[in-house]
């Protein structure tokens, strides 16, 4: 229960008021520490941030680091529907006709249909030479869980319900397409499989030629594009024109994605300008490796030693970064190889993205980057100031109390002088009375 106390009943005076002022006084550590709490955390959040930013940056110099990532082809399909295509770098432009003549196909088993309930008398089956036991009393269930355990068969049990009186039937599935299918030599048990579809190779022409697969996935017909066949085309002879060319616009985009980025690290660090970290060293460190690598030339034999070179300028006022449009794609449509070979490097050689993904990957470490470092000192820190507050709150606990039984006593001993005082007052007057009686 709260004690309540009203003070001042006998001086008067309003301790309650006294006592939170000169209380008030005494926390003026706590405060002090408060702020130096709330600093450390503020630049914490500040230099989280700045991480973020940094890792974005880190990201789009990934992005630029290999031929495989910087260079984008675009594959354009004359109509839809037939199949689908994915070029990589390394695809070759040109221009190709597809006809998917058939589809890769797994082969499928259907038993005869059972009611519900059924169960099996057991036996034995054998598929692709593999023999399965089935228990007697087994429910289709269980036959294809005992199928499915064996890995080795190359097939897939699974139940269908057909919908007529003898519902339930089990269905094998080969697990690839084309001549691996589904070999029953031998069965024992008191169902009855037939084959409802036959496995088959995919089967497709690209310009003309015949070219045959176990998978609707084919990677090798044209090198660097990937076909996914998604129908057979319903006339033959129809084909559909596949046009791959490299993405030129993508590349560029990519490439203004890192100047984005680059910028935004340094854009970030001005905001920071103002605050009590501004100044922090972290930041100058950071600015000035990133200027270094970003006017470094990359040696090799390219005709672009460095990033100026590709139309790439620096601001004096605020360093960041701007590119001249037209001088980069040029060099994007005119001599891409050597726009890889100064991203990406070649043998031997690291290329502009790789040396800033580099240094990025270590300023960004979760163990010994440099929001990892403040993170760690903040904490420690914060814990220290956390145990200050603490030991001093218990303190000034103690101080109240002190203050308040000292107030306490003040009172007491004013209300004792006060009742003695009204007392010695009502003698004085009973004796004036009796003496001025006796006249």
């Given amino acids: 229960m709260a004690t309540i106390n009203f003070g001042g009943l006998a001086s008067g005076m309003d301790t309650n008021s006294i006592i939170s002022a000169l209380m008030e006084a005494e926390r003026q550590p706590i405060t002090r520490l408060e702020r130096d709490k709330g600093f450390y955390e503020s630049r914490l959040t500040a230099f989280k941030d700045f991480d973020a930013k940094l890792k974005t940056l880190l990201e789009r110099a990934e992005s630029l680091d290999t031929a495989k990532e910087l260079v984008v082809n675009r594959a354009n399909l004359s109509g839809e529907g037939y199949v689908n295509v994915e070029a990589d770098p390394q695809a070759v432009a040109g221009t190709y006709s597809v006809e998917v003549v058939s589809l890769a196909r797994q082969e499928k088993e259907v038993s005869g249909g059972v009611a519900d309930g059924w169960t099996s008398a057991g036996g034995d089956i054998t598929i692709n030479g593999q023999t399965v036991s089935i228990a007697a009393g087994s429910s289709l269930d269980q036959i294809s869980e005992a199928i499915n355990a064996n890995s080795d068969i190359g097939v897939m049990a699974s139940l269908i319900n057909d919908g007529t009186a003898t519902p339930n039937r089990l269905v094998l599935t080969a697990d690839t397409a084309g001549d691996?299918?589904?070999?029953?030599?031998?069965?024992?048990?008191?169902i009855a499989f037939s084959t409802t579809q036959i496995g088959s190779k995919a089967h497709v022409k690209v310009d003309g030629i015949d070219i045959y697969s176990d998978s609707n996935s084919l990677s090798g017909a044209i090198a660097g594009v990937t076909l996914d066949l998604v129908k057979e085309n319903a006339v033959a002879g129809e084909t559909t024109t596949l046009m791959v060319s490299r993405d030129n616009d993508a590349i560029k985009g990519q490439i203004e994605e890192f100047v984005?980025?680059?910028n935004e690290v340094f854009s970030f660090v001005k905001t920071q300008s103002d605050s009590s970290w501004g100044t922090d060293s972290a930041f100058r460190s950071v600015e000035g490796r990133l200027r270094g690598l970003l006017v470094s030339s990359v040696g090799g034999t390219g005709n672009f030693q460095s990033l100026a070179s590709l139309g790439f300028k620096t601001s004096r006022e605020d360093g960041l970064l701007t590119i001249d449009s037209t001088a980069l794609t040029e060099a994007i449509s005119g001599d891409m190889e050597s726009v890889v070979k100064l991203f990406a490097g070649e043998t031997g050689v690291d290329g502009i993205a790789t040396k800033f993904q580099s240094y990025?990957?270590?300023?960004?470490d979760y163990v010994d980057g440099i929001y990892a470092s403040k993170k760690e000192s903040t904490e420690s820190n914060v814990r220290r100031i956390d145990n200050q507050i603490e030991r001093v709150e218990a303190r000034?606990?103690?101080?109240?109390?002190?203050?308040r039984a000292r107030f306490d006593a003040m009172e007491t001993l004013l209300s004792g002088l006060n009742a003695q005082s009204s007392f010695l007052t009502q003698q004085m007057s009973m004796l004036n009375n009796i003496v001025g009686g006796s006249k």
């Fill in 396 to 403: 000034l606990v103690q101080r109240e109390a002190t203050l």
């Fill in 360 to 364: 990025l990957d270590g300023i960004t």
């Fill in 180 to 190: 691996n299918g589904v070999d029953i030599t031998a069965s024992t048990l008191d």
């Fill in 260 to 262: 984005k980025a680059y």
